[in-house]
């Protein structure tokens, strides 16, 4: 894979363990400020609006420059909005600082790897990333739950580190300023991704321009018949797994009574999951089988309905392993083949964009659903079988969308053409 790889995978995990911690954070914050129920799995709301109202720009952005500056440029604006939860700003509006930077961040992040490796490493490639990134977020929301429990800030108040104590005035302001190194370890390993050597488009400046191009860019891939299977599986999964998120807090208070720091734990285990799944498809699957994988997205759904029966610790570990590693085993496909094609119609940047803008209108729609549901009171077990039933199905309708399309045409004979 080349070192230039191996940074990026590393910038990569400091900078996802910091998001996922700093989630826990605001959430601790929150409840500190005695909020409404309904702003929690709003934070993913404010976090992701960034990249749906700067889709049309930030894939422009990631393409006009080398890679690693455009990474290094987006995590410093994550080290300002980590500074202004740290100085009081309402935990939603700092929050969606960091998301700001997360939107830049991303294209170029995914679009590195196409432009550093050829397509027949993309799969294994991507199933590092992804089991890289779950593992930060396993890490991350772990260290959030450890980090946000009084007696660290007790110990560093009092015995442990006393001549910083009035810097340190709850468990929050040491988990934030903890958060805000972590970015900056991040920012070091952007500085020093190499440069890729690919030539970089003119940032345009007419912004009536980028979103007309950007807009092409949309209809291109969800016209091509392969894009737009991959498109709708990732735009699918990532909005049910940021609602996943937070339901699974609810679910771990309701039916297993854990507080929020033990609660995380659940979260992580979820993340095992992911990351075992992710590992065993970057082994036995390839680009060309990628999309045999849609089938495990409806057991996925369906195994999700079992939650409101378990009420026991242990057995609730281990069928959030499950539902991860099905998550994990059928995104990572999904993924890969959805950056190469859109790395073949459009270039990295821009499909990137194209698949942020699609997966983050539906994390946006999905997790503000659920926020309406929390205000109107709806039990978290109602929820979680709407939730469930409503994953299988949608899952069920793309399966019979790609037969309906392997029936008019050879799409594997399509996706060896593009790649010759």
């Not at 089991?131 to 980090?147: D, E, P, S």
């Not at 998120?245 to 734990?265: E, G, M, R």
Request: charged share 10%; glycine share 8%; net charge neutral.
């Amino acid at each position: 894979m080349g070192l230039g790889f191996y940074i990026v995978m590393a910038a990569q995990f400091f900078s996802a363990l910091a998001d996922n911690a700093l989630l826990i954070a605001a959430i601790s914050l929150l409840m500190d400020l005695q909020a409404p129920a309904e702003q929690i799995p709003l934070l993913k709301f404010f976090f992701t609006v960034s990249y749906v109202v700067l889709a049309a720009f930030v894939g422009a952005f990631a393409d006009s420059m080398p890679k690693w500056r455009v990474m290094l440029i987006s995590n410093t604006i994550k080290i300002v909005g980590c500074a202004l939860m740290f100085f009081n700003l309402h935990p939603l509006i700092a929050y969606a600082v960091v998301g700001l930077g997360a939107a830049a961040y991303s294209p170029a992040k995914y679009g590195i790897l196409t432009e550093m490796l050829p397509a027949s490493k993309l799969v294994i490639a991507n199933g590092w990333i992804e089991g890289l990134t779950v593992g930060a977020i396993i890490l991350g929301t772990l260290l959030g739950g450890a980090l946000i429990r009084p007696e660290l800030a007790h110990w560093v108040v009092g015995d442990g580190l006393p001549s910083f104590g009035p810097i340190f005035d709850t468990s929050t302001d040491l988990s934030i300023l903890i958060i805000g190194a972590l970015y900056l370890i991040a920012a070091i390993f952007n500085y020093y991704v190499p440069d890729t050597g690919v030539d970089h488009k003119p940032l345009k400046n007419n912004p009536v321009y980028l979103v007309r191009e950007f807009a092409h860019c949309v209809s291109l891939l969800w016209r091509d018949k392969l894009g737009q299977i991959s498109l709708a599986v990732t735009t699918l999964f990532w909005g049910a797994g940021a609602t996943l998120q937070f339901i699974v807090l609810d679910w771990a208070f309701t039916n297993l009574n854990l507080k929020l720091s033990q609660a995380t734990n659940m979260q992580g285990v979820v993340a095992v999951g992911v990351a075992l799944g992710s590992i065993l498809a970057a082994k036995f699957v390839t680009l060309r089988r990628s999309a045999s994988v849609i089938p495990l997205g409806i057991a996925m759904g369906l195994c999700m309905t079992v939650m409101v029966l378990v009420h026991s610790v242990p057995l609730a570990m281990l069928l959030m392993i499950s539902v991860g590693a099905l998550a994990g085993f059928f995104v990572v496909p999904m993924n890969a083949l959805l950056q190469h094609r859109g790395h073949v119609l459009m270039g990295a940047g821009h499909s990137i964009a194209v698949q942020n803008f699609n997966e983050n209108l539906s994390i946006l729609i999905m997790t503000g659903l659920y926020a309406l549901l929390v205000k109107s009171g709806l039990s978290v077990n109602i929820a979680i079988v709407m939730f469930g039933f409503f994953m299988a199905g949608a899952m069920l309708l793309i399966k019979r969308w790609h037969e309906a399309n392997q029936r008019k045409f050879d799409s594997l004979a399509l996706l060896d053409n593009k790649q010759h």
